[in-house]
Structures are given as C-alpha cells and as structure tokens.
C-alpha cells in the first residue's frame, strides 16, 4: 500500500512539473524579460559627461558598476554582463573621460538605460543597446544567458544613478 502511495506521489509531481515550467519564449512578457516587458524609447535621449571614479565588475562579483563623476556629484551606472564587457575589451581608468549616453526606459525604475559609453580620453565606444533598444549582452534570442542578468540592473539594463 505504502509503495502504491509513493509511486502515485510520484507519478503526480513528474506529471504537474512540466506545467509550472511552461512560460514560452523567455517567460511571460517577452524574451528574456522575465516578465514585463520594458518601454524603451530610443528617441528620448540623454548625454551624461563625467570622469571615472572606479569600474567594478568581474565574475562572480555581480553587475559591472561605473561610478562617475557628473558636476562634483556621484553617480552610479549598472551596464549590463561582464562577459560582454570583457569581450569588448572595455576597461575604463580612473579619471578618464566618459559619455554615457542613455535612452527614456517607461518600464525601469531609474527611468532609463545605458546605451552606449563613450570614454573620450581612450578614444573608445561600447555600445550596449541595439537600435530598437534591446540588450547586445543579452544571450542567443535576447535570452540573457548565464552571467547577463537579463539585461541588468533594473531587469531591463537600467543605470543605477545614486544620490549620496
């Protein structure tokens, strides 16, 4: 009876388990959005210019970090996979020279998203987003993949600007 019972218990957990796993492509809302699906509007645009106070990131570290300088104020910009970064070989220095340029995010709670950083004094450019605002460091099919955190910080790529 008891073996009856187990194999039953069994047969209902393997049975229900598919059905909490179906979400269809990315999950509800979108591909890789885990959910809701971000309002990005690449034609509302803003250019913030500052110096370099320190880069974090790494693997296994969390989300690379660029903290800036803007008009004696700190700020903080959350960029997206490190595995991206490092494959652009991006590696800003302290007290270089940078352009972020950000796009209006509806769906994000600082409102918006980094999509390119310029560092003047390098002479390079990484571009994060792609033309209709999607992830470039998103995985195959905007999935996210292991270590791109779907987009990051909001789930979506927002900055993460503080105020000290």
């Not at 209709?132 to 998103?138: K, R, T």
Request: hydrophobic share 35%; charged share 15%; with cysteine.
């Amino acid at each position: 009876m008891t073996r009856k019972l187990v194999t039953l218990a069994a047969l209902i957990c393997f049975t229900a388990l598919p059905a909490f796993a179906q979400r269809g492509p990315g999950g509800p809302g979108g591909p890789g959005m885990g959910g809701a699906v971000p309002q990005i509007d690449t034609s509302k645009v803003t250019v913030v210019v500052g110096d370099v106070v320190k880069f974090t990131g790494g693997y296994g570290v969390g989300m690379p970090t660029l903290v800036l300088s803007v008009s004696g104020k700190e700020e903080s910009y959350v960029l997206g996979s490190y595995r991206y970064l490092a494959a652009q070989k991006f590696a800003p220095n302290t007290h270089d020279r940078v352009e972020l340029k950000l796009w209006a995010c509806a769906g994000c709670p600082q409102g918006s998203v980094v999509a390119e950083v310029k560092n003047v004094t390098q002479g390079t450019t990484i571009t994060l987003r792609a033309a209709d605002g999607s992830p470039l460091f998103a995985g195959r099919g905007g999935s996210g993949g292991p270590g791109s955190h779907e987009g990051c910080c909001c789930p979506y790529g927002a900055p993460s600007p503080t105020a000290p």
